[in-house]
């Protein structure tokens, strides 16, 4: 045993120092005052975790190794609040705590880390047992050996080749870049072609891990070195592989990161009705509170304040129901975290699906409360009672029937049938209907708060949503009845619901004949006059339209459409308004001499 690195030439060689074994901590049996006291220090520590997570980054590393005991305050945050702390620091800034950290918080970093889906990453496995292995010298080889045997001899197969040298066998045969400490193991690290300075810079770092690692799995127990060498190049690395996927899933289920065929039953929409038939839940009682349970505290921290299950949850004051659901709720996220298949590791990045879940929870909860407005009372009961997760389907099940109602009718549509695109509906109405005919539908915000889509927050919005997807569909109704001849005249120019109608209207007041393909273009001197006759008399600052000329638009309707004004009135009067609100703000402070064709887009004008 022992023995020392050299290149493959007897008068190489290193002598290595050997490295001690960590110690492990045994659980010791207490009485119950031992317990009373146990159970203020863990309190305790809960209460300074919570501190130090409302501060930045940089002052929580601080605040950290200032405390009286570092180490049992690492040991005591959750794995993911941990994990979201390193994150943020990045891995340089984070070898103070890496070194505090216990075996299973490096283990949960490495399982959010090294795959990529199912499959395993090497520059990340490389990248991160670098750090692991700056952080903490003395303990990677002990914990390479006990807790990362598999991944350590998958590692190894994928990156060195390993050759026994024969007793009369000369090592200078071997070649110059083998290495060896025992003159019998000789190994040498791939070296694979590479395309660019990065991927030379990733081999580089290999490299250096590589060698550190090796030298101190040889100095900490030699012979179980040598089993490991024999190991990595006797096993079938997809089958090991596997088998590390597979208890890297079992270990993330325990935290709601369930395999994604799982957690996308997280999306399956659940009627109000049926709740009750899947079941309800029992929270612990204070007797059976458990405070060292890790449960995180980013995800509560990150929690709106200002919607239904926010204030629900400000309701309970009972400390021991809070524990319960703010562990159910951390749960509920990772699942979605899963489901839709992203990597959070910013506080950012996890507060935009603390928001989401929720959000849908409280759309779940105004649901659960039809025809009536929510009631704080009931829905605390509701949140006690049933599961979050069936909250979370019941919200998000509003928003899938948006999806399920347009999908279907689009199947069917005019505008579908007769080849036009999405944009026939101008941007508002493309907008609403891009945000629900995608996969998992969104709200249309057009950056309201500065962003394009987002997740829905309130039943109002999904009832928004559904009014604008109804007027779509009227008008697309209305369209079909009205036996539309439809062939661009001028292919160039952009066509909308909005400029169809009002051309073919406008065509038919200037009593222009119907042409074989319809809008065709009116020339500008042939529309001035009706132009002219839209507006009431005055000046020409906030003009509105006059009230006989939208009678005549309705009447026209109803004659093109054979249906009754009262029936167009009553299923597209909104639409109507807006269309004739859009025509007042754009033409109205515009003179008929300053018309210019390039410029018209409700109407299809040509000079």
């Known amino acids: ?90 891995p340089q800034d984070s070898l103070p705590l890496l070194k505090l950290a216990s075996d299973r918080q490096w283990q949960y970093l490495l399982d959010m880390e090294i795959w990529r889906k199912d499959r395993l990453d090497l520059p990340a496995v490389t990248h991160w047992l670098y750090w692991l292995a700056n952080a903490d010298p003395k303990r990677i080889a002990r914990w390479c050996y006990e807790e990362q045997n598999q991944l350590i001899s998958l590692y190894l197969s994928r990156n060195i080749e390993l050759h026994l040298r024969e007793f009369d066998q000369d090592p200078s045969e071997f070649g110059s870049d083998f290495i060896s400490d025992d003159e019998t193991y000789y190994v040498r690290f791939r070296d694979d072609p590479v395309k660019s300075a990065e991927a030379e810079a990733e081999r580089q770092l290999r490299d250096a891990l590589l060698a550190e690692l090796l ?29 590390l996927l597979r208890w890297k899933n079992v270990r993330l289920a325990e935290k709601g990161f369930l395999p994604f065929h799982e957690a996308v039953g997280l999306y399956q929409a659940l009627e109000p009705e049926n709740i009750a038939q899947h079941g309800t839940k029992v929270l612990p009682t204070a007797e059976q509170f458990d405070p060292r349970l890790p449960v995180p505290f980013a995800t509560s921290e990150a929690l709106p304040e200002d919607n239904w299950f926010s204030r629900t949850l400000r309701q309970i004051q009972d400390a021991t129901r809070l524990f319960a659901l703010q562990a159910e709720f951390a749960g509920l996220c990772n699942q979605a975290i899963t489901a839709d298949q992203t990597q959070v590791s910013q506080r950012d990045q996890l507060r935009q699906v603390v928001e989401k879940v929720s959000d849908y929870i409280s759309i779940g909860l105004e649901r659960l409360s039809r025809p009536e407005s929510p009631d704080l009372e009931r829905c605390r009961k509701w949140v006690c009672r049933l599961p979050l997760i069936n909250l979370f389907r ?19 549509s005019w505008f579908e049938k007769t080849g036009l695109p999405l944009n026939f509906w101008g941007e508002r109405w493309l907008g609403v209907l891009g945000g629900i005919l995608v996969p998992r539908p969104r709200y249309f915000d057009n950056y309201a708060t500065g962003v394009l889509y987002r997740e829905f927050t309130c039943l109002a919005e999904v009832h928004q949503t559904a009014t604008i997807l109804d007027q779509i569909m009227a008008v697309d109704d209305l369209l079909s009845l009205m036996e539309i001849r439809l062939g661009r005249g001028d292919g160039d120019r952009y066509l909308s619901y909005q400029n169809l109608l009002l051309t073919l209207w406008a065509r038919h007041y200037l009593k222009l004949p119907r042409t074989r393909k319809e809008p065709t273009s009116i020339k500008l001197e042939t529309f001035k006059p009706f132009y002219d006759a839209l507006w009431e008399t005055g000046g020409t600052t906030g003009r509105r339209i006059r009230q006989e000329m939208k009678d005549d638009f309705l009447a026209w309707l109803a004659q093109a459409s054979a249906m009754a004004p009262d029936g167009i009135r009553q299923r597209m009067e909104k639409s109507l308004e807006a269309l004739f609100e859009v025509l007042e703000n754009e033409f109205g402070p515009v003179k008929t001499a300053n018309l210019d064709p390039r410029y018209i887009l409700m109407f299809l004008v040509v000079p």
Do not use: C
């Open 1 to 90: 045993m022992g023995g020392s690195w050299y290149i493959a030439r007897p008068t190489a060689a290193r002598r290595l120092s050997p490295i001690a074994a960590a110690d492990r901590l045994l659980e010791i049996p207490m009485n119950d005052e031992a317990m009373d006291l146990e159970r203020q220090r863990i309190l305790a520590l809960r209460q300074q975790r919570k501190e130090i997570m409302s501060l930045e980054p940089e002052k929580a590393l601080s605040a950290i190794l200032d405390a009286p005991q570092p180490a049992a305050l690492v040991h005591s945050y959750p794995e993911e609040d941990l994990y979201l702390l390193l994150s943020e620091l990045g």
């Open 215 to 243: 030298r101190r799995l040889s100095a900490y127990d030699h012979v179980r070195f040598q089993t490991l060498l024999l190991e990595s190049v006797a096993q079938i690395p997809a089958e090991t592989e596997e088998v």
């Open 394 to 412: 019941v919200g998000y099940g509003a928003a899938l029937s948006l999806k399920w109602k347009a999908t279907q009718w689009r199947k069917q």
